[in-house]
């Protein structure tokens, strides 16, 4: 049985934006993940269907790494929130914060470049 993740990216930022500095090395490996994960769904042209993704799962069930891709999409539930999930160890959950943020693909939601 995996975990249910209930994820504010906005927590793992600084106050413009960009990823905390003084974050510890596991918070930032976090961090990347459920970005990899707000990419690939604001990324592709259909995100409210949940589809599998590139995205490896990070769980090491007995201690050997999940052999399963996520599949993620909006939240049904909550448009504002993208929803996730491993089919092979149930490891899932939601990403609220992400629009506006350095992961955010949809034509609305890029930052400017700088």
């Known amino acids: 049985m995996g975990n249910t993740w209930h994820t504010d990216i906005?927590?793992?930022?600084?106050?413009?934006?960009?990823?905390?500095?003084?974050?510890?090395?596991?918070?930032?490996?976090?961090m990347e993940y459920f970005g990899s994960i707000i990419e690939a769904v604001t990324g592709r042209y259909e995100?409210?269907?949940?589809?599998?993704?590139?995205?490896?799962?990070?769980?090491?069930?007995?201690?050997?790494r999940c052999d399963g891709r996520i599949m993620a999409g909006m939240a049904a539930e909550n448009p504002e929130a993208?929803?996730?999930?491993c089919p092979a160890c149930s490891d899932g959950g939601f990403i609220?914060?992400?629009?506006?943020?350095?992961?955010?693909?949809?034509?609305?939601?890029?930052?400017?470049?700088?």
Do not use: N, Q
């Open 47 to 64: 995100k409210k269907a949940m589809r599998t993704t590139g995205i490896r799962c990070r769980r090491r069930p007995g201690h050997r």
């Open 10 to 30: 906005e927590h793992f930022l600084d106050v413009d934006g960009y990823p905390a500095l003084d974050l510890p090395r596991p918070a930032e490996r976090l």
């Open 96 to 114: 609220s914060g992400w629009r506006g943020s350095m992961w955010d693909r949809t034509a609305d939601g890029r930052r400017p470049v700088e």
């Open 82 to 85: 993208i929803s996730w999930e």
